[in-house]
């Protein structure tokens, strides 16, 4: 059409479409034209028209041709494709910053509880720090609101705010409107200095007088320790779900299925594996030198890992060209500001208040809330697993710590086991049954573990074996469907909402697992843990 405009003249716009000619009668009449009207006159030549219209054909056979020959990838090629990481060496930076953090925090979470529970003849120090690691009086930076709910520990004590469960969706909210890689070392700092200082404090406790069980929530060092506790768990909840919900699928690509599930499976690996050298080695240790020496090797770990995780977490950005910089959502980035975001409610409190109902709206909301729910629910299973309750419990029955580390020790390696056999479930049973069959496998072998409890022949060391060896694999099954289930909540969340409804998620689990450890508290003698087991159990 370019050409055409330039083969034609127009004169005197004024138009009466009456008076249009061709070429052929314009010579007689042009002067004429010009002078006694203001018609205009255009000149159009039929044969250019003719060629113009040939080479539009043309030119749309052309683009034709090349649409046809756009290459289309094949289904190897596309499975190639979806196997491929968007960043793959950002993800190894990433696979290798995880390794330092969670070895040491699977350190210090066998440690805790072992070094607690040779103060005392009495699960309840234990319960009540696995309580308040959940639900303690936490006034988190001055802007999460008092709750109060009552409930008696050894009818004196009170719980006034929960941490994790409120403190969970706050922290989220707060991480969604925070650049990703200083929030991740900040809190990266915080929790080291909180396992620092609960270290501190414990060693403390070895070296004073003792006294009895329900004397020692009354101690500084153990409120101390609660508080410390408290913090730290709410930063590994924060720094977990950032990894897991929201880094790893930046790295894999979201639209890269197959890459994005075996780098889940490589970190579910890494942290079972960091399980498994955690337990065994602080298990060894304890073994062989006092409480005291254990948790100086322990606070050793922790100093000289905090400057690897830093180092390693910047590594892993810069490796992935800047992809973690990028804004979560149009809101944190052309929206309201971080400031505008925390202050707008004209009050602190009124904001934290506006965020919490926000997190759990949020969290009833999303598309899989099925699966999320069923997930919340392993946790009231916290005394039939390797936890701080099973480790305080195996203790003052005599086990010996080796044998306490080589069973939590296991019960991860069956964790490394379920990233393999979980695969195969999937492709032979699709995704819900397969999560169905976890399920099922892992009642059936808790079911004949409390019966083995029950039978009363726990004072024999094979019974014990066997009653260990049978939550050992019940494992498989509990940890089969956590990895089904970990993608289904990745990639069925929004991106932008990815933290808040992740800690929340993790404060649901929580108030779950609270549950339980609250029921602790109350039947805090040895002797009431078939009682318990019975209760975990049934849920």
């Not at 890269?256 to 780098?263: D, E, S, V």
């Not at 948790?295 to 892993?316: D, F, H």
Request: hydrophobic share 50%.
């Amino acid at each position: 059409f370019r050409n055409l405009n330039s083969r034609c003249s127009i004169t005197n716009t004024d138009l009466h479409l009456s008076s249009v000619v061709t070429e052929d009668e314009a010579p007689q009449d042009l002067l004429a034209a010009e002078c006694d009207c203001s018609t205009p006159i255009v000149h159009l030549k039929t044969d250019i028209l003719d060629s113009e219209s040939l080479s539009l054909l043309a030119e749309t056979t052309y683009v034709d041709s090349v649409l046809t020959a756009l290459p289309v990838l094949s289904e190897e090629e596309q499975n190639a494709l979806a196997a491929t990481p968007a960043h793959p060496v950002g993800l190894y930076a990433l696979y290798a910053s995880s390794l330092a953090g969670n070895l040491v925090e699977q350190l210090w979470n066998f440690a805790w509880p072992s070094s607690i529970a040779l103060l005392h003849p009495s699960l309840l120090p234990v319960a009540v720090m696995g309580f308040f690691s959940k639900v303690v009086i936490l006034q988190y930076f001055n802007w999460i609101p008092l709750f109060v709910a009552s409930g008696m520990l050894s009818n004196k004590q009170c719980v006034k705010q929960l941490a994790i469960i409120i403190g969970g969706p706050l922290l989220g909210k707060l991480m969604d409107y925070s650049p990703r890689v200083p929030a991740y070392m900040g809190l990266n700092v915080v929790q080291a200095a909180a396992q620092l200082l609960s270290a501190t404090m414990i060693i403390h406790a070895h070296t004073v007088s003792s006294t009895s069980a329900p004397a020692v929530l009354f101690r500084p060092w153990f409120i101390v320790l609660v508080l410390a506790g408290a913090i730290e768990r709410l930063c590994g909840v924060a720094t977990g779900v950032a990894v897991e919900r929201d880094w790893v699928i930046l790295l894999a690509g979201m639209n890269r299925p197959i890459a994005l599930a075996q780098a889940n499976a490589v970190l579910n690996r890494i942290d079972l594996l960091c399980e498994i050298a955690g337990a065994s080695v602080f298990g060894f240790l304890l073994s062989k030198y006092k409480p005291v020496t254990c948790l100086k090797y322990a606070a050793a770990s922790m100093i000289w890992s905090l400057p690897v995780m830093i180092g390693l977490t910047w590594l892993t950005n810069k490796l992935a060209t800047g992809v973690l910089d990028r804004p979560k959502s149009c809101q944190t980035s052309c929206g309201e500001s971080p400031e505008e975001a925390v202050v707008e409610a004209g009050s602190i409190v009124d904001r934290g208040l506006e965020t919490i109902k926000l997190g759990w709206k949020e969290y009833m909301q999303q598309p899989v809330l099925p699966a999320s729910l069923a997930y919340v629910l392993l946790f009231f299973n916290v005394v039939l697993a390797p936890s701080s309750l099973m480790t305080a419990f195996l203790t003052q029955h005599g086990v010996n710590p080796s044998i306490i580390g080589g069973f939590s020790g296991l019960c991860a390696f069956m964790g490394v086991a379920a990233t393999f056999l979980s695969a195969t479930l999937v492709k032979q049973l699709g995704i819900l049954k397969a999560g169905a069959a976890g399920l099922v496998f892992q009642a059936f072998l808790l079911s004949l573990a409390v019966a083995v409890y029950w039978s009363g022949s726990l004072s024999q060391q094979s019974p014990v074996l066997f009653f260990l060896g049978l939550i050992v694999l019940s494992r498989l099954g509990h940890m089969s469907y956590d990895v089904v289930g970990a993608q289904i909540l990745q990639t069925g969340i929004p991106s932008s909402k990815v933290n808040l409804i992740g800690t929340t998620e993790v404060s649901v689990a929580s108030l779950a697992e609270s549950v339980m450890l609250g029921v602790a508290i109350i039947a805090n003698d040895a002797s009431h843990y078939g009682f318990l087991a019975m209760l975990s159990l049934l849920s």
